[in-house]
């Protein structure tokens, strides 16, 4: 982590890091293993720019403070075994993004 901003945990006990300085939000186990990174630095769906805020819905979605970018991201976590990168948004709203859009988050590499 270069510089941890906002946590959270969800209810599953993973624990959700916003890291400012590298723009993505690491992912760790209850026991501080990390289990995968979502986005990368940049203005395209799925990447960040100076993430601030983090929530964990009941549904496993995460939702994203964007600051950089003026928006709010929406993720999902893979269901399936722990994967290193994690890149695109199931949607996002804000500012930049005038109308409701909808991405299909590709597979974990």
Do not use: M, Y
């Not at 496993?60 to 994690?86: E, M, T, W, Y």
Request: glycine share 10%; with cysteine.
């Amino acid at each position: 982590l270069e510089d941890p901003g906002a946590v959270t945990v969800d209810g599953e006990g993973r624990v959700f890091v916003c890291d400012r300085a590298s723009h993505r939000v690491q992912v760790f186990t209850p026991q501080w293993e990390l289990l995968t990174v979502l986005a990368s630095n940049g203005r395209l769906p799925g990447q960040l720019d100076t993430p601030l805020g983090i929530a964990v819905g009941r549904d496993g979605l995460v939702a994203i403070a964007d600051c950089g970018n003026h928006r709010v991201q929406v993720f999902s976590l893979p269901s399936s075994p722990p994967a290193k990168r994690r890149k695109g948004a199931v949607r996002q709203e804000g500012k930049k993004s005038a109308k409701r859009k909808r991405h299909s988050a590709p597979p974990p590499s």
